[in-house]
């Protein structure tokens, strides 16, 4: 039915919204269906970070219903544009502070291995100032803590290479000459 729907030109209003700020894609994501989330995301018109009413995305939505298969659809390359795992809700968590929050070690291992231009920021601060790694810990969930560490820790020393690489070409483009 959505098929044939979209097809007459439903799609033009997969943005529309009911009076909780929800469309089509956060319920979609609400009864985990898949193959509808699949679907509404290879629309041109559908956006993949739409906020609801709490500015919660599909995004957060997935990590609440703890499903890892619809989080990679968002953040998949298969689609025009891919779900920010860097916005905030209402409580300006990202959904990687849901997910420490939660417990749920394969979304946030998800969120962290994923190819974004823009990738999973473990630095943010949530509306209390904690980082996702923080309420991990706080909500006792250390192996999720330890894994949201140790992605920290590759980035920081990825970044220092990166560092020194750009450091030791600008020298080789730029020698110092000595009289």
């Given amino acids: 039915i959505c098929v044939v729907l979209l097809q007459g030109g439903a799609d033009a209003f997969i943005n529309a919204v009911d ?12 009864i985990q269906n898949e193959n509808l989330v699949d679907l509404f995301l290879s629309l041109q018109h559908c956006d993949p970070n739409f906020r609801d009413r709490d500015q919660m995305t599909p995004l957060h939505l997935a990590v609440q219903v703890n499903n890892p298969t619809l989080i990679q659809i968002l953040l998949s390359e298969n689609h025009e544009t891919q779900a920010d795992p860097n916005l905030p809700n209402r409580n300006r968590q990202t959904p990687l502070h849901m997910a420490a929050s939660l417990g749920y070690m394969d979304i946030i291992r998800t969120l962290l291995q994923s190819d974004l231009p823009e990738p999973c920021d473990p630095s943010i601060l949530d509306g209390r100032q904690l980082t996702a790694y ?15 560490d140790e992605y920290q820790q590759s980035l920081t020393k990825l970044s220092s290479r990166r560092e020194m690489s750009e450091s030791i070409n600008e020298k080789e483009i730029n020698p110092v000459m000595n009289p």
């Fill in 134 to 148: 923080q309420l991990a810990l706080e909500n006792h969930h250390e192996s999720c803590a330890k894994l949201i």
């Fill in 19 to 30: 009076i909780q700020g929800k469309n089509a894609l956060h319920y979609a994501i609400d």
